[in-house]
């Protein structure tokens, strides 16, 4: 088993930028594969970008490509999400979540073990 916990949110005004960290504990960190989700108010929650491994693959919506960049160091058994140019759509709780199985799965059935959120708010 592995215990997430997402830190990192804030409230920003819109063209801001965030970082958000996840820290991992119990199994070994590079078992799994690596996603953040995000759940907007009133809305169901969805894939935002996922990463292999060893880091050597990496998966974006088409809504966060070219703004969001996921990253991992096995070392330090923690992911990141660099939020550039954010958006009020980006406004949501934000999810880390860990994967036993391979290869990348969008679908948030597919990842195992979820961090609790923290919350991102875009506003001017």
Partial sequence: QVQLVESGGGAVPPGASLRLSCSA??????????????????????????ISWYGGSTEYADSVKGRFTIARDNAKNTVWLQMNNMIPEDTAVYYCAADHNGPIDRSAHS??????????????
């Fill in 25 to 50: 504990s119990g199994e070994a960190f590079d078992k799994y594969i690596m996603g953040w989700f995000r759940q907007p108010p009133g809305k169901e929650r969805e894939f935002i970008a996922a």
């Fill in 111 to 124: 990842f195992d073990y979820w961090g609790q959120g923290t919350q991102v708010a875009v506003s001017s």
